[in-house]
């Protein structure tokens, strides 16, 4: 058996200019959806479009893809109202977000509020706006971006981990009230992944530490989206990706 195909589909990824947004976006040209890559950074958003515009799909039928970059600040509701009154989306990625690296007794409060707002708030527009464009089609599929601090929080991670477990949270929920609707909600939960956000870390300590002792690759990540947008019966399947972490 077969996964359908995503030709001729739309799907939108935010936090697309980074590591893994931009890996998911760059494989979902590649599968032949139209593309739409979500940011803040209108410099990165062009030069990211530009990069996945040169992809060749795979499949060879259908209409060519159109890929649209998206200035877009996902913590405010008004920004997905603007990309649903421009597009109808098959499949949203849920990516963008921001990091942590301080103890929660030294973290000011905008920079609290800010990364509420960017890791959960923003999922939770994003599905908000999205799923009610999907639900009178009665299909679609929502991937939240969480992570394995979500399970195993460390220390100077307090708010993001709060936040990415507030995503699973949030996508058991809507498995439930959007799979009445035909419309699956999953999470993919990444370890430690070779990025610019992981940049820094002792990574002989960690990969020790990992059964496959090594690091993922945003790639990795990538097909596991491609998965869970294909595969029909996938609702409220929370992947982990952590080369074994999480069972150790």
């Not at 030069?47 to 209409?63: E, M, R, Y």
């Not at 905008?110 to 009665?138: D, F, H, T, Y």
């Not at 507030?166 to 035909?182: R, V």
């Not at 945003?218 to 080369?243: M, P, Q, R, S, T």
Request: aromatic share 4%.
């Amino acid at each position: 058996m077969s996964f359908p195909s995503l030709a001729g589909k739309t799907v939108a990824v935010t936090g697309a200019t980074g590591g893994i947004g931009f890996a998911m976006a760059s494989r979902f040209a590649q599968e032949g959806a139209s593309v739409i890559l979500g940011g803040r950074n209108e410099s990165k958003l062009k030069d990211a479009l530009h990069k996945i515009q040169a992809v060749k799909p795979w499949p060879k039928l259908g209409t060519p893809p159109q890929h649209h970059a998206l200035h877009i600040d996902v913590r405010q509701l008004s920004g997905w109202n603007n990309l649903v009154d421009r597009h109808q989306i098959d499949v949203l990625v849920n990516c963008a977000g921001e990091s942590q690296k301080s103890l929660l007794v030294r973290i000011g409060e905008p920079a609290v509020e800010n990364m509420i707002q960017c890791n959960l708030l923003s999922a939770i527009w994003g599905c908000r706006a999205v799923g009610k464009q999907m639900i009178p089609r009665r299909e679609g599929c929502i991937i939240n971006v969480s992570s394995l601090l979500a399970h195993r929080a460390a220390i100077g991670t307090s708010i993001y981990a709060a936040t990415k477990a507030g995503q699973l949270g949030l996508t058991t929920a809507l498995s439930q009230e959007l799979g009445t609707y035909g419309i699956r909600v999953n999470a993919i939960v990444p370890g430690y992944i070779e990025t610019d956000m992981t940049q820094g870390l002792r990574k002989d300590d960690l990969t020790a530490k990992i059964p496959l002792k090594r690091f993922g690759t945003a790639d990795e990540v990538a097909d596991a989206a491609a998965f869970l947008a294909k595969n029909a019966y996938a609702n409220n399947c929370i992947l982990n990706l952590d080369g074994g972490l999480s069972a150790v």
